[in-house]
Each structure stands twice: as structure tokens, then as C-alpha cells.
């Protein structure tokens, strides 16, 4: 960042800030005089459906413009509540709606250059615009369950196992553990005394239930080796020390559930749909293409992949 623009910015913050304390301060109740306690209630009136947050210059900014403008910022910011990014859009909203009427004023809609421009982004709207609408239309629920049915009776079934174990520095460590545990000594005490993994020590060494693609292939190895029941008869090295694995339980992994995979089918039935209306679009249109001089015909090459549309929000 320049440093000429840190007092710009500092200013600014300023004075979102001294508004915001300001603004909590005009709300803040006095004293009620004996007339006001006296009368009754009066009844409040209902909150407009589309009510107007910002009026610049005698432009009014309704909700609904906001909650458009949440849309185009970044994926992570379109689906948190909109209370959370309010504030600050609405000032950014108040700084472009300054800029538009100063660009008006000057009459900037006016250069060719303009024109040419907001045909351009205009086109992009319509082709965003319908696109979503036609996925929306296509990508029913009920495609989305057919495709995940179909997904998981092609899926192999991964085995998993279930295991605990013990992580040491050394490996005069792990073999002295596993000396004491042939001794009888029990797994969870010595995990929660000795194991340097304090987060799965804390459970007895438990690790839960996970597939070979889960760990460092040195441990997978050694794990998937074991029977249930089974204990590592010698440490097991990996990058992070010395390990002692006992094996609790295996069993085939249950295929993924529908809301695991709901967010990749969505994507995928989007793409087919896109994809589909593009063939059919191209089979019935005339396209001539053509040199980037603009004169002779261009060779004729495969049609470009589709674009990957965006997954319309929830």
C-alpha cells in the first residue's frame, strides 16, 4: 500500500466509526418526562418490505440494492447474513452511487467508448442471468438424488479401521510402551501419560475411524497391516517420532452421504446442463468466424470447453 493513501483510508475509518458510536449514542433512551410514561404504547408500524437505507443526493438505496451488491463480492462473503458485511457494503454502495452521479453529472454515458462498454457488460448480465435460470430449472432435486444414487453404487467401498495410538520421541520409548502393554499394562492410560500427540492422548489415543489415504503412508502401512486386536510389535517411524498402534476395529467405509457430495453433484449437473445447451445453441445457430485481421475465413478448430458456471447460491 502507498504510504500517501494510509491517511485517506485512516479518515475513513475515522469516520465509519465515529458515525457507528454516534448513531448508538442518538439511540440511547433519556429520561422519560411524567407525561410520556403516562401514555399507552403506540402501536409500531410495520417494517416496509423493501425499505430505503441510504438516500445520496435524493437517490434512494433500498435493501434489495444491498442485497444484490452481497452477491458480487467474493464467494466466502455472498451466503454469511447479510447483517454481518451491512455496514461496510453500504458505505462502498454510498462511494459508487457518488461516483455514478458525478459521472453522470459530466456526462460520461455520452463517449462512444461508454456505449460500447455497457453493451458488453449488459450482454454478460443476460448470459449470466439465463444461464443460472436454466440450471436453476434443470437442477431439480430430484436430478440431484438420482445422480448421487448413481454415484455411490459406482463408488468402491474403501476399507477403514478404527485405532489408537501412542506417539513418542524415541524409539526406546515406544519399545519400552509396547514391552508394558504386552504386560498388560492398559493402551488409553499410558496414551494420556506418555503420548506426545496431547489431542488424541487426551482420548486414550484414540483416532477414530479413517482410510489409508488418511495418513502418512508409514502409518497406513503399519495400521492396515494389523488384524483387530492387533498391536505394532515394533515403533513405527514417520516424519513426526516413534508410534504404537493397536487396531480396535476394520470394517468397509459407508459410501459418502448426499450432503457430503450434494455441493459436487450440484456442480456436475450444472456443467452437463451448460454444456447441453451450448451443443444444441451451436447446432441451430450460423457462425462465421473469422482471421484476427479481419479478412480471410479462420481455419475451422474444436469448439472450446464450456465455461465452468457458478453453483447458484442456496
Not at 463480492?73 to 458485511?85: D, G, M
Request: charged share 30%.
Amino acid at each position: 500500500m502507498s504510504p500517501r493513501l494510509r491517511p485517506v483510508r485512516a479518515a475513513l475509518a475515522f469516520c465509519i466509526v465515529a458515525g457507528i458510536a454516534g448513531a448508538a449514542v442518538a439511540q440511547q433512551p433519556g429520561p422519560k418526562t411524567p407525561a410520556q410514561s403516562a401514555q399507552p404504547p403506540a402501536d409500531k408500524p410495520a417494517p416496509a418490505k423493501d425499505p430505503v437505507v441510504a438516500v445520496v443526493n435524493g437517490q434512494q438505496i433500498h435493501l434489495s440494492d444491498v442485497e444484490i451488491a452481497q452477491q458480487s463480492l467474493p464467494q466466502q462473503y455472498r451466503n454469511v447474513p447479510l447483517a454481518a458485511v451491512f455496514p461496510a457494503l453500504l458505505d462502498r454502495m454510498v462511494d459508487s452511487k457518488l461516483v455514478e452521479q458525478d459521472g453522470r453529472t459530466n456526462k460520461v454515458t455520452d463517449d462512444p467508448a461508454f456505449k460500447k462498454r455497457l453493451a458488453f457488460v449488459e450482454d454478460q448480465v443476460v448470459q449470466d442471468f439465463w444461464l443460472q435460470k436454466q440450471i436453476a430449472e434443470k437442477v431439480t432435486p430430484e436430478k440431484m438424488k438420482q445422480a448421487y444414487e448413481e454415484k455411490v453404487k459406482n463408488m468402491p467401498a474403501e476399507e477403514e479401521v478404527h485405532a489408537r495410538h501412542i506417539l513418542v520421541a524415541t524409539e526406546p520409548e515406544a519399545k519400552a510402551i509396547i514391552a508394558d502393554l504386552k504386560k498388560g499394562a492398559a493402551f488409553d492410560k499410558l496414551a494420556k501419560e506418555k503420548s506426545t500427540d496431547k489431542a488424541s492422548g487426551a482420548e486414550g489415543g484414540d483416532l477414530g475411524w479413517f482410510k489409508k489415504t488418511d495418513m502418512v503412508k508409514e502409518f497406513a502401512d503399519a495400521a492396515f497391516a494389523l488384524k483387530k486386536g492387533g498391536l505394532s510389535e515394533t515403533p513405527v517411524k514417520t516424519q513426526f517420532g516413534y508410534h504404537v498402534i493397536q487396531v480396535e476395529d476394520r470394517r468397509k467405509a459407508p459410501p459418502p452421504s448426499f450432503e457430503e457430495l450434494s455441493g459436487q453433484i450440484r456442480q456436475d449437473l450444472a456443467r452437463e446442463t451448460v454444456t447441453a445447451m451450448l451443443n444444441k445453441l451451436r447446432t441451430d445457430a450460423k457462425i462465421e468466424k473469422f482471421n484476427i485481421d479481419g479478412g480471410a475465413p479462420a481455419p475451422t478448430a474444436p469448439a472450446a470447453p464450456a465455461a465452468k458456471p457458478e453453483t447458484p447460491a442456496k
